[in-house]
């Protein structure tokens, strides 16, 4: 017991003691900044189902026959290069609150669907009319940046944004004729992920008979550092 209130003593003492002596060194702090436009690669069908029912098999059953039949109604189509991924499954007890009060009338499952294929594929429109065919479904459609190609770019961004804090804190220590730059703490600023360029409902696509024209904007992909410096 002795040795811990000890250490917690020491503790206690030391902490003041580094800020104060982090508060002596001399520093500048520069920021680092790099950015890259790129052209969403990715094209996402966001689908939401919900089906009720008295019993839990009732509303799984009616909801996993939705899920089949977006499956198969896809593969009809003979769709190149896409994956459909069924995820956030889940069964609740369908409570109503009525009045104040609640009551439980059977059961609600849902489960959402993506299908994520390339933003250049030529088959969205089957996409469309693959989920058309397959039932009552409404979706959201998401163009943006794959996981992989953020990845594939984080390395240069960041190398890009040292080197600008580098050469800012280069260009005051020249200017102030400060010697013996050398880097004394590092920060990043966590990653950004850039928003869906284009997001559209399934009530208000488009007619059976017209193609999916869609033109996307670049997105911009960033890389932000604060560098202090001691001399």
Do not use: C, W
Not at 91 to 120: C, E, F, H, P, W
Not at 126 to 143: A, P, T
Not at 185 to 195: A, C, G, L, S, W
């Amino acid at each position: 017991m002795k040795t811990i209130f000890g250490l917690l003593m020491g503790l206690m003492v030391s902490l003041p003691l580094a800020a104060q002596q982090i508060q002596q060194v001399p520093l500048i702090e520069v920021e680092g900044y790099a950015e890259r436009k790129v052209a969403p690669d990715e094209a996402v069908f966001f689908i939401s189902l919900e089906e009720k029912g008295l019993k839990v098999n009732d509303a799984v059953s009616v909801l996993n026959r939705k899920t089949q039949n977006l499956s198969e109604a896809l593969k009809k189509e003979k769709i190149r290069d896409y994956k459909l991924v069924a995820d956030n499954y889940s069964v609740d007890v369908n409570r109503i609150y009525r009045s104040g009060s609640a009551k439980d009338s059977g059961y609600v499952a849902r489960q959402n669907l993506r299908i994520i294929t390339t933003a250049t594929n030529p088959d969205l429109q089957k996409i469309v009319e693959g989920i058309q065919k397959s039932g009552d479904m409404s979706y959201n459609l998401h163009f943006g940046v794959a996981e992989a190609t953020r990845k594939s770019l984080e390395n240069t961004l960041l190398t890009e944004a040292l080197k600008d804090a580098e050469a800012k804190a280069n260009l005051i220590g020249t200017t102030l004729n400060l010697k013996g730059l050398r880097v004394f703490h590092v920060t990043m600023e966590p990653n950004y992920r850039p928003q869906p360029v284009y997001m559209m409902n399934a009530k208000a696509a488009m007619a059976d008979s017209e193609e999916m024209l869609i033109q996307t904007d670049d997105q911009t992909i960033t890389k932000r550092v604060y560098v202090k410096y001691t001399y």
